[in-house]
């Protein structure tokens, strides 16, 4: 029990404890994920919107760790959710049909054009970035619109088929099969990123992002430190798209389109960058705000959306998590025990 | 002696201002060298072509005898060149602790690591522990650094420095905007690092500096004006001169 209590609590009197507390895991991120287990039961009805969430968080996580930890910017990172949508869709139809090969190889294929981009990406100032960015995205939107006989252009690639997950588990109409495979693939890398950004590498990218002059001073090769950062994310984003092509067994153009990049990025101000569960937080809160106004007032829901997204950033850094780390930190305050960091 | 660090007729100029101008100096190793000169003289500037943060117009750079001119910075470092800012450049969001253990790792080719937390690394959070203590820094070890006092966070200023174990190290101005009464503190610290470290003072505090240095170079827009033992230059009336209005003392 106590052995149980120093995990969750490390002595942060002590050096090491005092740098492990925020790498352990707390009682509610493990009571999250449980509850995301349980609600392929609990609201079975739901499974396809719960699928749209997880494969969104996983998309915002990509973000996440290059613009919450290392502070790249970008407005085209749907360029590569696009592509491992594209990739994995191909598969799908031409030949390759089991899911979790084709979710590898649309990964590897997007974490490729990420380790290409990167090195045009990360030369120059925030807005060089943004623009660069951006022009790759359209140039792969334009790409993909152009070579409609591979991608089905306009019309969206049709008759792409999966075979079941491991072998065992179908895809089915409802949708079950696909929560579960996305809730899967999101929590295993949604692990490693978390141990990636508690790691020394972790470090050092919140390093780069505060101060590249001090960093390489240091002794860093910060380009060369950012390149492998960009690689990953850039994978992780295409994963995402090939989750999406994967269980919706359909792409169009609008995997590629400007609005992903931006609503990605909205996801993770919204839910709060710099923080993985800024992501998660982010993503289920864009995706129920959507629904919920969509329904009220679907031609609208921008507007709130847009509302929201100002109250936000002008009241409180650091999204819905900022908001809920300052309560839990005057609710401690005030029951006399101190800030839990 | 053979010369640790070494420029060739170093030159800098920003479009019509020369603020580095045919600098050759050579210092020996275990050197306790201090470079003065009025505000604007070109200090940082040499400092920045020493690191490699500025590429010169023209001239030569050698660390331990190779030509480093071209390097990039974060290369310098690996070679064992340091240095301080005059301004702080540390990372707020970090702890102390936290920028330390990073130096290190950096230095032991570990800061790629990616799957075991920093915390378990015993190694390295030692080292930073022992060098906080050292440094006096022990007490807002887990404190962002943005909220540490000015003075503290100097002396991180030059830990970190510390930390990647420099052959030579270029302190810019480490005391500046101290209080005086936590001056004697930062210039502690310098004074008991090992003599196998190569030692370059920026500092406009000449008590400070005639404590420190044992040779002394004066630059003046952009030049070396002056440069010898740390006596001979205190007697010199022309550096008096320089300083109009500074007071010298004696030693
Ligand atoms: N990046 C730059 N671009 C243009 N001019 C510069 C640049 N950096 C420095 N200078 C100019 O070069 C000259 C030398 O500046 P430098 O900062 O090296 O002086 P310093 O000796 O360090 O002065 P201080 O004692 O005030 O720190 C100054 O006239 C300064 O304005
Ligand atoms: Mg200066």
């Given at each position: 029990m106590?052995?149980?209590?120093?995990?969750f609590?490390?002595?942060?009197?002590?050096?090491?404890?005092?740098?492990?507390?925020?790498?352990?895991?707390?009682?509610?991120?493990?009571?999250?994920?449980?509850?995301?287990?349980?609600?392929?039961?609990?609201?079975?009805?739901?499974?396809?919107?719960?699928?749209?969430?997880?494969?969104?968080?996983?998309?915002?996580?990509?973000?996440?760790?290059?613009?919450?930890?290392?502070?790249?910017?970008?407005?085209?990172?749907?360029?590569?959710?696009?592509?491992?949508?594209?990739?994995?869709?191909?598969?799908?139809?031409?030949?390759l049909?089991?899911p979790?090969?084709?979710?590898?190889?649309?990964?590897?294929?997007?974490?490729?054009?990420?380790?290409?981009?990167?090195?045009?990406?990360?030369?120059?100032?925030?807005?060089?970035?943004?623009?660069?960015?951006?022009?790759?995205?359209?140039?792969?939107?334009?790409?993909?619109?152009?070579?409609?006989?591979?991608?089905?252009?306009?019309?969206?690639?049709?008759?792409?088929?999966?075979?079941?997950?491991?072998?065992?588990?179908?895809?089915?109409?409802?949708?079950?099969?696909?929560?579960?495979?996305?809730?899967?693939?999101?929590?295993?890398?949604?692990?490693?990123?978390?141990?990636?950004?508690?790691?020394?590498?972790?470090?050092?990218?919140?390093?780069?992002?505060?101060?590249?002059?001090?960093a390489?001073?240091?002794?860093?090769?910060?380009?060369?430190?950012?390149?492998?950062?960009?690689?990953?994310?850039?994978?992780?984003?295409?994963?995402?798209?090939?989750?999406?092509?994967?269980?919706?067994?359909?792409?169009?153009?609008?995997?590629?389109?400007?609005?992903?990049?931006?609503?990605?990025?909205?996801?993770?101000?919204?839910?709060?960058?710099?923080?993985?569960?800024?992501?998660?937080?982010?993503?289920?809160?864009?995706?129920?705000?959507y629904?919920?106004?969509?329904?009220?007032?679907?031609?609208?829901?921008?507007f709130w959306?847009?509302?929201?997204?100002?109250?936000?950033?002008?009241?409180?850094?650091?999204?819905i998590?900022?908001?809920?780390?300052?309560?839990?930190?005057?609710?401690?305050?005030?029951?006399?025990?101190?800030?839990?960091? | 002696?053979?010369?640790?660090?070494?420029?060739?007729?170093?030159?800098?100029?920003?479009?019509?201002?020369?603020?580095?101008?045919?600098?050759?100096?050579?210092?020996?190793?275990?050197?306790?060298?201090?470079?003065?000169g009025?505000?604007?003289?070109?200090?940082?500037?040499?400092?920045?072509?020493?690191?490699?943060?500025?590429?010169?117009?023209?001239?030569?750079?050698?660390?331990?005898?190779?030509d480093?001119?071209?390097?990039?910075?974060?290369?310098?470092?690996?070679?064992?060149?340091?240095?301080?800012?005059?301004?702080?450049?540390?990372?707020?969001?970090?702890?102390?602790?936290?920028?330390?253990?990073?130096?290190?790792?950096?230095?032991?080719?570990?800061?790629?690591?990616?799957?075991r937390?920093?915390?378990?690394?015993?190694?390295?959070?030692?080292e930073?522990?022992?060098?906080?203590?050292?440094?006096?820094?022990?007490?807002v070890?887990?404190?962002?650094?943005?909220?540490?006092?000015?003075g503290?966070?100097?002396?991180?200023?030059?830990?970190?420095?510390?930390?990647?174990?420099p052959?030579?190290?270029?302190?810019?101005?480490?005391?500046?905007?101290?209080?005086?009464?936590?001056?004697?503190?930062?210039?502690?610290?310098?004074?008991?690092?090992?003599?196998?470290?190569?030692?370059?003072?920026?500092?406009h505090?000449?008590?400070?500096v005639?404590?420190?240095?044992?040779?002394?170079?004066?630059?003046?827009?952009?030049?070396?004006?002056?440069?010898?033992?740390?006596?001979?230059?205190?007697?010199?009336?022309?550096?008096?001169?320089?300083?109009?209005?500074?007071?010298?003392?004696?030693?």
């Amino acid at each position: 029990m106590s052995a149980l209590l120093t995990y969750f609590r490390p002595d942060t009197r002590t050096a090491s404890g005092a740098l492990l507390a925020p790498a352990r895991w707390q009682p509610l991120e493990i009571l999250f994920w449980l509850f995301a287990v349980s609600l392929f039961w609990l609201a079975p009805s739901k499974v396809l919107l719960l699928n749209e969430i997880a494969i969104l968080a996983l998309f915002a996580l990509s973000l996440d760790l290059i613009l919450g930890y290392a502070g790249i910017v970008s407005l085209g990172h749907g360029a590569f959710f696009g592509l491992g949508a594209y990739v994995a869709g191909l598969l799908g139809k031409h030949g390759l049909h089991d899911p979790v090969a084709g979710l590898l190889i649309s990964g590897g294929v997007a974490a490729l054009l990420g380790f290409v981009t990167s090195f045009l990406v990360l030369r120059g100032s925030d807005l060089t970035k943004l623009m660069v960015t951006l022009g790759v995205a359209l140039i792969l939107r334009e790409l993909a619109n152009k070579f409609s006989t591979i991608t089905g252009g306009a019309d969206g690639l049709t008759g792409v088929t999966m075979g079941p997950v491991l072998g065992l588990f179908e895809f089915d109409i409802f949708g079950k099969t696909a929560y579960a495979y996305s809730l899967a693939v999101l929590f295993i890398l949604f692990y490693i990123a978390r141990r990636l950004v508690n790691s020394p590498y972790g470090l050092l990218l919140r390093a780069i992002k505060g101060n590249s002059l001090r960093a390489g001073a240091m002794g860093v090769p910060t380009s060369l430190r950012l390149v492998i950062i960009y690689t990953i994310a850039a994978g992780y984003a295409g994963i995402a798209g090939a989750l999406l092509a994967q269980t919706s067994q359909f792409v169009s153009l609008d995997v590629l389109d400007f609005h992903r990049s931006a609503d990605v990025l909205l996801v993770l101000v919204l839910g709060g960058s710099g923080q993985l569960w800024g992501a998660v937080v982010g993503a289920i809160a864009f995706k129920i705000m959507y629904d919920f106004l969509a329904a009220i007032t679907p031609q609208y829901w921008q507007f709130w959306v847009g509302l929201v997204l100002v109250l936000i950033v002008l009241l409180g850094k650091g999204g819905i998590l900022g908001f809920y780390g300052a309560g839990r930190d005057w609710l401690a305050n005030r029951l006399g025990k101190g800030g839990v960091r | 002696m053979t010369a640790v660090l070494e420029t060739q007729s170093l030159c800098k100029a920003f479009g019509g201002l020369i603020a580095t101008n045919d600098v050759s100096f050579s210092l020996p190793a275990g050197a306790r060298h201090a470079l003065i000169g009025p505000n604007g003289a070109g200090k940082t500037t040499l400092v920045n072509l020493l690191t490699g943060v500025l590429q010169p117009t023209s001239g030569r750079i050698l660390l331990q005898g190779r030509d480093i001119t071209g390097l990039p910075s974060h290369k310098r470092v690996k070679r064992g060149l340091a240095r301080t800012f005059q301004i702080n450049q540390l990372f707020a969001d970090l702890t102390p602790l936290q920028t330390l253990v990073l130096a290190i790792a950096e230095r032991e080719d570990a800061a790629t690591g990616w799957w075991r937390p920093v915390g378990l690394r015993r190694d390295l959070i030692d080292e930073a522990e022992a060098l906080l203590l050292q440094l006096g820094l022990i007490d807002v070890r887990d404190q962002r650094t943005a909220t540490i006092a000015y003075g503290k966070q100097r002396l991180l200023e030059i830990a970190v420095a510390l930390a990647g174990k420099p052959a030579v190290l270029l302190l810019d101005e480490p005391a500046a905007g101290v209080p005086e009464t936590e001056r004697h503190q930062i210039l502690d610290v310098i004074a008991q690092l090992p003599a196998s470290v190569t030692l370059v003072l920026i500092e406009h505090d000449m008590q400070l500096v005639f404590r420190f240095a044992r040779t002394i170079s004066v630059l003046v827009n952009g030049g070396l004006f002056m440069e010898g033992p740390a006596a001979d230059i205190a007697r010199d009336p022309r550096v008096k001169k320089v300083y109009l209005g500074e007071e010298l003392v004696d030693v």
